[in-house]
């Protein structure tokens, strides 16, 4: 038996409004799914329009200029004696030309990328000579570093490009670039230094790599062992 919720009057199993008040009869377990159907947010997706690269470009680049020049003016007129503001504006010109190729221009060659990425980290090392006062680093220790990274990175990506590529096959070219980084780095180190050239550090990194990399040639030149390590890997 079921009663009005309002009047209290006896109601009948098919009512659908209690007949003396034409209060509405609603059974709780219906109410409930009622509840549950009604989603707490929108079922459709709605899409946004892109960005154009063009913009987003423009936009980067006007907050990197006005970085560089508010920091130039107030070492300038406010923050005097000292030049950190070309720490600054190296820093932005750093960023700059590296979201050249990923974001203004997108046909840039990436060849052509890495190097000016070299160039500009040159000319900012040659920017804290000023800040530091030091210059003997730059021509001796810093400008050979860049141009052996430089390379390195030109290599990597010259074999990554142009040679099979595969998961096996760009770890064994990233490995060998990177204990060919090491090795290099401690070599410009200890000839700056003035120092016997010896490796240490870096033999360790280039004892690791040399490891992974005969692992991963072994891989390659077995195919029933470079399928099964690929469906371990799940690569």
Not at 175 to 191: H, K, N, S, Y
Request: glycine residues 6%; proline residues 4%.
């Amino acid at each position: 038996m079921s009663y009005c919720v309002n009047c209290g009057v006896e109601l009948d199993a098919s009512a659908k409004e209690c007949p003396l008040c034409n209060t509405p009869v609603l059974n709780p377990r219906e109410l409930e799914k009622m509840v549950h159907a009604q989603q707490p947010f929108p079922t459709k997706k709605g899409t946004v329009e892109t960005v154009k690269r063009r913009d987003l470009g423009l936009l980067i680049s006007m907050v990197v200029l006005a970085t560089a020049v508010t920091c130039g003016i107030l070492n300038a007129f406010v923050f005097q004696g000292v030049m950190w503001s070309l720490a600054v504006i190296g820093v932005c010109a750093i960023l700059w030309v590296i979201l050249i190729p990923v974001i203004i221009y997108t046909k840039q060659p990436v060849y052509v990328s890495l190097l000016f990425d070299g160039l500009v980290v040159v000319a900012y090392l040659y920017m804290l000579t000023f800040l530091t006062g030091m210059g003997e680093w730059f021509p001796e220790l810093g400008v050979p570093i860049v141009l052996w990274v430089t390379a390195v990175a030109e290599a990597f990506t010259l074999c990554v490009r142009r040679l099979p590529r595969s998961f096996l096959t760009v770890s064994l070219y990233l490995f060998t670039a990177v204990g060919l980084l090491c090795g290099g780095l401690e070599i410009l180190i200890d000839r700056y230094l003035g120092g016997h050239i010896a490796l240490s550090w870096s033999a360790v990194v280039m004892t690791v790599c040399g490891i992974v990399d005969i692992a991963i040639i072994t891989m390659l030149s077995r195919r029933r062992l470079r399928n099964a390590v690929r469906r371990r890997l799940h690569f």
